[in-house]
Structures are given as structure tokens and as C-alpha cells.
């Protein structure tokens, strides 16, 4: 679930201002949308994992995003996971989406996203070696250490 985000969003990214991001009806979902430093490109996350129903969203985008004529669409529900979608048609960047119960769903302007694996080489199995310890004393300020994921 966390590629419905960090595949649209890089490091730089905003989250837009004015409904941007905004609770579904009822509490049924949110959506979350991103904007490129640039100002070109946007993402709009929605979930509603925690729904019971069926959610029609509405997008109305502003400024130079009303030129937009489509979304690209992404969408995990159970047993279907990472999925690309027939893109989102838009005009006078307005279109209708309909999400599911149980989904998360990124539209997005951006291209290049996949699926773990597809068109990528993984390396061969093996069997991590315990027990492990680091006292992350090499590890330079602010990035990640080996073996560890910061959530």
C-alpha cells in the first residue's frame, strides 16, 4: 500500500490546498493529493479501507491542472494488488471515479510506476544471516540504515 504514495510523491512534493485533502462522504475514505514542486504534476491518493460501501468521487481540479485530459489510475483491492487501470478521462479537469469498499486508488499525471518486480531483475533467495546487530555508527545522518525501513 505504501507504493500508492511514495511511487507518485517524491521528496519535495506538497499536499494541495483548498480540498486537496479532504475526508469522503460520511467519513468513508480520504483523499490526499500531492503536487510536484514544479507545479505540474499531481497525485491523489484515495483510500477506503475502512468503508462498507461503494464511494463516486468527484474530481475538480484547479489552476494548470484543468488542462489535464486524463489520470493515470492505480488501484489495490483484496487479491488484486497494484493494478493499473484504464485512465481517468477528463474535461475541463473535472471526471467521476467510482472506488470500492476496501480499495486504495492513485490517479496521477506521472508515468514509470510498476509493479515490485515487472521488467526488473530480483536477485536469487538467500536466507539472512542472524543473529544480526549494527550499532548504526556508520550510518550517515538522516538516511536509512541497511536491513531497516523507517515507517
Not at 500508492?4 to 468513508?28: I, N, R, Y
Not at 477528463?90 to 486508488?105: F, Q
Not at 536469487?124 to 550499532?135: A, E, G, H, Q, V
Request: hydrophobic share 35%; proline share 6%; net charge negative.
Amino acid at each position: 500500500m505504501v507504493a500508492h504514495t511514495t511511487q507518485f510523491a517524491q521528496p519535495g512534493w506538497h499536499f494541495a490546498d483548498g480540498g486537496g485533502c479532504t475526508l469522503l462522504a460520511d467519513k468513508q475514505g480520504s483523499a490526499v493529493s500531492y503536487i510536484s514542486p514544479s507545479g505540474k504534476d499531481i497525485s491523489i491518493v484515495i483510500e477506503t479501507a475502512q468503508s462498507n460501501v461503494t464511494n463516486t468521487i468527484e474530481i475538480k481540479l484547479t489552476g494548470g491542472f484543468v488542462q489535464l485530459k486524463q489520470l493515470h489510475v492505480w488501484r489495490s483491492i483484496p487479491g488484486a494488488v497494484f493494478v493499473e487501470l484504464a485512465p481517468l478521462t477528463l474535461t475541463g479537469g473535472a471526471g467521476s471515479l467510482t472506488v470500492p469498499a476496501g480499495a486504495v486508488v492513485t490517479l496521477t499525471s506521472t508515468t514509470g510506476q510498476s509493479k515490485g518486480g515487472q521488467g526488473k531483475t530480483i536477485p536469487p533467495k538467500k536466507n539472512f544471516t542472524l543473529p544480526y546487530s549494527d550499532d548504526f555508527d556508520d550510518v550517515a545522518e538522516d538516511s536509512t540504515p541497511k536491513y531497516t525501513s523507517d515507517m
